[in-house]
């Protein structure tokens, strides 16, 4: 079974996300699953699998982050007022993809009035300073794609420090693309994945 955690995905309360993904998994008797992660849903697949290991077989992650580099402003954030906050969310939602809320209404239980409210709390996520801690990276045993887009928001460096910090990490950047790769490569994409998911235990070494 393959579980897919999109960007800004399972949200029903700010921080709880990871506990949120494992009450699903072990509700409906499905692990160890196989996850693939985009953006915030790698961070939260690299999360979920530090708290609840025996949940996952293998991972996929594209996008993620292990800290965030936050702007002058952001940092003052604390003293905006609630006008200021509420600009700030207006400006972040009319920079987004033009499908992001057509498609987040489709599916969504709360409708497409809820949006708002979802995007402050991804927003006050994406205020924490460090996702995961390289240490706790470090004790993750499982075979983990690390994926990013040659022109990604993080890094190849970031990338490539989240590769080696997982025992038994695979790294693979992807060229001609950006935070998107699912989307602007996906032949490229979908054939990194499989080879991952369906190869033998033996065939992901340790580093």
């Not at 072990?26 to 915030?40: A, F, N, Q, R, T």
């Not at 996952?56 to 594209?62: A, D, F, G, N, T």
Request: glycine share 6%.
């Amino acid at each position: 079974m393959t579980i897919a955690l999109p960007s800004s995905g399972i949200i029903s309360r700010p921080f709880a996300r990871s506990d949120d993904t494992a009450a699903i998994i072990e509700k409906l008797g499905l692990g160890p699953v196989d996850i693939v992660g985009h953006s915030d849903g790698a961070d939260l697949a690299l999360v979920l699998v530090r708290d609840h290991p025996n949940l996952v077989r293998r991972l996929v992650i594209s996008g993620a982050n292990i800290r965030v580099d936050l702007s002058p402003e952001e940092k003052l954030r604390s003293q905006w007022s609630q006008q200021q906050l509420d600009g700030h969310l207006r400006k972040t939602a009319a920079a987004l993809p033009p499908w992001f809320l057509p498609d987040y209404s489709k599916v969504s239980p709360d409708g497409r009035d809820h949006w708002m409210t979802l995007l402050a709390k991804c927003y006050d996520m994406w205020l924490q300073p460090v996702v995961i801690e390289p240490a706790d990276l470090k004790k993750i045993s499982i075979p983990v794609l690390v994926m990013a887009g040659d022109h990604d928001f993080t890094s190849i460096a970031d990338n490539a420090e989240i590769f080696r910090d997982l025992p038994r990490g695979q790294l693979i950047i992807v060229p001609a693309s950006n935070h998107g790769t699912f989307n602007t490569r996906p032949d490229l994409v979908n054939l990194a994945i499989r080879e991952v998911l369906d190869q033998p235990d033996r065939n992901s070494p340790a580093h």
